[in-house]
């Protein structure tokens, strides 16, 4: 339970008492199989374990079950207990977490409160060069910014150790929303005596520690990822599923027909021209949620052709995007002007004007944008759209494609690589345009807000401007909610002027999911599932 914030000695405690939402009382309504394995597919081959080396959904999504952070997330996303017990805060700047005695690692010794510091030290030393160390600049934990620019040591993060399971993080700003922020994947804990010993190969099964439900039995690329259940686990007795198997499919018509013929119990995706179909013949395992995401094409706006503004809106406004929601996905996606999803917690972004306009005449000011720049049919732009390999995301670059040339001539060249290929090369900047989507690391918009600042490296949006990362900063000092809405207002409406991206749709996560699967919860915002909450039914009995 939460006890509300009082105006003196604010204290927020949480207490595990949510077990009737997947616990023994609901399980025993079924049938459990003798065979608990789980067999996920999950899109792509993941870059990586390392929750410091990571920045996707794909990497996250294992991340989730075998490592584990100081709070975990409920089927609602709700933040709930996990390797702390409990945790307080007087003042939202200085937050002390306590750990629970029974949490130990995979190999059977306990989780310590230096452990986390030894974590988050590491998120942030350069010589890590984690895509997510920003993730503690943005939550104001002490010394962070310092810390990640070189001018101080990491062991001067606001991050202390008081006693073995006795933690102490101190920020410089009031963030209220800070117990939220650390159920992300990169403030997980990860084995200190592990990692020094075995370096970057401290992930391969046979050298993986972990804390979470889970533990690495077997990692063959781009084949599988076998989980087992950990023994060490504090919730282990009230976890079911003994085996998680986790494919990398990126062919999403593969993996449909794998999962109909009863070889995966859960797909990352479903094809878009199959859907309608699915709905209909098979309405039990059709599972279509609404996701605190955005699907934007995102211009490299440092290099020609994208360092002219007017090119950047021109490419924008003739991009039809109820065209890409209505004709083309045809899933629920809602089409967007503002990089901030308007069913994120507490901020109601309000859309540019030209979203108010028809699409006939964006086309016609995209045309004078263009022609400002010195394009026209007769010096027609060319440029390069890359996007990670998908048969959906090709789907959806044709159609961008299409409508370019159709309305201004423009020559998109596109261009598919493999997912880590594809962050490799965005991350450098080796790009003009590429499609990509951002999901909510937390339900607040500074989680979509701080990815366009410029000490953000995480997204490849290679964008600066001062204003905008003033306006940022403003946004984080205030603790008013109505000051900090109108903040990121300011900041939609720069991005809407500047347009280093151009918003697309948000998204919804389709999924396919095995009727013998309980436990599976469509309700969360962030599409964070553990497997440690499902588990595996038998079908109910002929009559």
Same mark, same amino acid.
């Given at each position: 339970?939460?006890?509300?914030?009082?105006?003196?000695?604010?204290?927020?405690?949480?207490?595990?008492?949510?077990?009737?939402?997947?616990?023994?009382?609901?399980?025993?309504?079924?049938?459990?199989?003798?065979?608990?394995?789980?067999?996920?597919?999950?899109?792509?081959?993941?870059?990586?374990?390392?929750?410091?080396?990571?920045?996707?959904?794909?990497?996250?999504?294992?991340?989730?079950?075998?490592?584990?952070?100081?709070?975990?997330?409920?089927?609602?996303?709700?933040?709930?207990?996990?390797?702390?017990?409990?945790?307080?805060?007087?003042?939202?700047?200085?937050?002390?977490?306590?750990?629970?005695?029974?949490?130990?690692?995979?190999?059977?010794?306990?989780?310590?409160?230096?452990?986390?510091?030894?974590?988050?030290?590491?998120?942030?030393?350069?010589?890590?060069?984690?895509?997510?160390?920003?993730?503690?600049?943005?939550?104001?934990?002490?010394?962070?910014?310092?810390?990640?620019?070189?001018?101080?040591?990491?062991?001067?993060?606001?991050?202390?150790?008081?006693?073995?399971?006795?933690?102490?993080?101190?920020?410089?700003?009031?963030?209220?929303?800070?117990?939220?922020?650390?159920?992300?994947?990169?403030?997980?804990?990860?084995?200190?005596?592990?990692?020094?010993?075995?370096?970057?190969?401290?992930?391969?099964?046979?050298?993986?520690?972990?804390?979470?439900?889970?533990?690495?039995?077997?990692?063959?690329?781009?084949?599988?990822?076998?989980? +087992?259940? @950990? !023994?060490?686990?504090?919730?282990?007795?009230?976890? &079911?599923? $003994?085996?998680?198997?986790? %494919?990398?499919?990126?062919?999403?018509?593969?993996?449909?027909?794998?999962?109909?013929?009863?070889?995966?119990?859960?797909?990352?995706?479903?094809?878009?021209?199959?859907?309608?179909?699915?709905?209909?013949?098979?309405?039990?395992?059709?599972?279509?949620?609404?996701?605190?995401?955005?699907?934007?094409?995102?211009?490299?706006?440092?290099?020609?052709?994208?360092?002219?503004?007017?090119?950047?809106?021109?490419?924008?406004?003739?991009?039809?995007?109820?065209?890409?929601?209505?004709?083309?996905?045809?899933?629920?996606?809602?089409?967007?002007?503002?990089?901030?999803?308007?069913?994120?917690?507490?901020?109601?972004?309000?859309?540019?004007?030209?979203?108010?306009?028809?699409?006939?005449?964006?086309?016609?000011?995209?045309?004078?944008?263009?022609?400002?720049?010195?394009?026209? +049919?007769? @010096? !027609?732009?060319?440029?390069?759209?890359?996007?990670? &390999?998908? $048969?959906?995301?090709?789907? %959806?670059?044709?159609?961008?494609?299409?409508?370019?040339?159709?309305?201004?001539?423009?020559?998109?060249?596109?261009?598919?690589?493999?997912?880590?290929?594809?962050?490799?090369?965005?991350?450098?900047?080796?790009?003009?345009?590429?499609?990509?989507?951002?999901?909510?690391?937390?339900?607040?918009?500074?989680?979509?807000?701080?990815?366009?600042?410029?000490?953000?490296?995480?997204?490849?949006?290679?964008?600066?401007?001062?204003?905008?990362?003033?306006?940022?900063?403003?946004?984080?000092?205030?603790?008013?909610?109505?000051?900090?809405?109108?903040?990121?207002?300011?900041?939609?409406?720069?991005?809407?002027?500047?347009?280093?991206?151009?918003?697309?749709?948000?998204?919804?996560?389709?999924?396919?999911?095995?009727?013998?699967?309980?436990?599976?919860?469509?309700?969360?915002?962030?599409? @964070?599932?553990?497997?440690?909450?499902?588990?595996?039914?038998?079908?109910?009995?002929?009559?």
């Amino acid at each position: 339970m939460h006890v509300p914030q009082g105006t003196a000695n604010k204290v927020i405690t949480f207490i595990l008492c949510l077990s009737f939402l997947a616990g023994p009382s609901a399980i025993a309504a079924n049938r459990l199989a003798d065979i608990q394995t789980l067999i996920k597919g999950n899109g792509v081959e993941v870059a990586s374990i390392d929750p410091h080396k990571t920045q996707g959904v794909a990497e996250s999504n294992v991340i989730r079950d075998v490592l584990e952070g100081l709070v975990i997330q409920d089927r609602f996303g709700n933040i709930k207990p996990g390797v702390a017990s409990h945790w307080s805060t007087e003042d939202n700047k200085t937050y002390t977490f306590y750990l629970r005695p029974d949490a130990k690692w995979s190999n059977g010794t306990p989780i310590t409160a230096a452990d986390f510091v030894f974590s988050f030290q590491r998120l942030v030393a350069p010589q890590t060069a984690s895509p997510y160390a920003w993730f503690l600049e943005l939550a104001t934990v002490r010394n962070a910014k310092a810390i990640i620019a070189g001018e101080k040591a990491p062991n001067q993060l606001g991050v202390t150790a008081l006693d073995e399971r006795t933690l102490r993080i101190e920020l410089d700003e009031a963030t209220p929303h800070f117990v939220m922020m650390t159920s992300h994947s990169s403030l997980v804990a990860v084995p200190k005596a592990t990692v020094l010993k075995y370096k970057n190969k401290w992930i391969r099964p046979e050298n993986f520690v972990g804390n979470g439900a889970y533990t690495v039995l077997r990692w063959i690329i781009n084949e599988r990822i076998d989980l +087992i259940r @950990n !023994p060490h686990y504090w919730d282990n007795d009230n976890t &079911t599923i $003994n085996r998680v198997s986790i %494919l990398p499919i990126d062919d999403a018509v593969s993996e449909m027909n794998r999962f109909l013929a009863g070889e995966i119990d859960i797909t990352s995706t479903v094809p878009l021209e199959h859907f309608q179909r699915l709905t209909e013949q098979h309405p039990e395992s059709v599972s279509v949620q609404g996701l605190l995401c955005t699907n934007y094409m995102r211009f490299n706006a440092v290099s020609a052709p994208f360092n002219d503004v007017r090119i950047r809106r021109a490419i924008s406004y003739a991009i039809d995007r109820d065209v890409l929601t209505q004709k083309i996905l045809k899933q629920g996606q809602r089409s967007s002007y503002t990089l901030t999803p308007n069913n994120i917690a507490g901020f109601k972004p309000i859309p540019p004007e030209y979203s108010t306009l028809s699409q006939e005449e964006r086309i016609e000011l995209a045309k004078q944008y263009l022609k400002s720049a010195g394009y026209d +049919i007769h @010096n !027609p732009l060319s440029f390069r759209l890359l996007f990670p &390999t998908s $048969n959906n995301r090709k789907k %959806l670059a044709v159609a961008i494609q299409s409508m370019l040339k159709k309305a201004l001539g423009v020559n998109v060249i596109l261009e598919n690589q493999e997912w880590k290929t594809y962050l490799n090369n965005t991350n450098l900047g080796e790009f003009e345009g590429s499609l990509i989507a951002w999901c909510g690391d937390y339900n607040e918009a500074s989680t979509f807000t701080s990815l366009m600042e410029s000490n953000n490296t995480a997204g490849g949006i290679h964008f600066k401007n001062q204003d905008y990362d003033t306006i940022a900063q403003m946004a984080r000092q205030s603790v008013e909610p109505e000051r900090r809405a109108r903040y990121y207002q300011e900041m939609e409406s720069l991005l809407a002027d500047e347009m280093p991206i151009a918003p697309l749709y948000q998204s919804v996560q389709v999924q396919l999911v095995s009727p013998r699967v309980g436990g599976y919860s469509s309700d969360n915002p962030e599409n @964070n599932v553990y497997s440690k909450d499902l588990y595996i039914i038998l079908p109910p009995p002929l009559k």
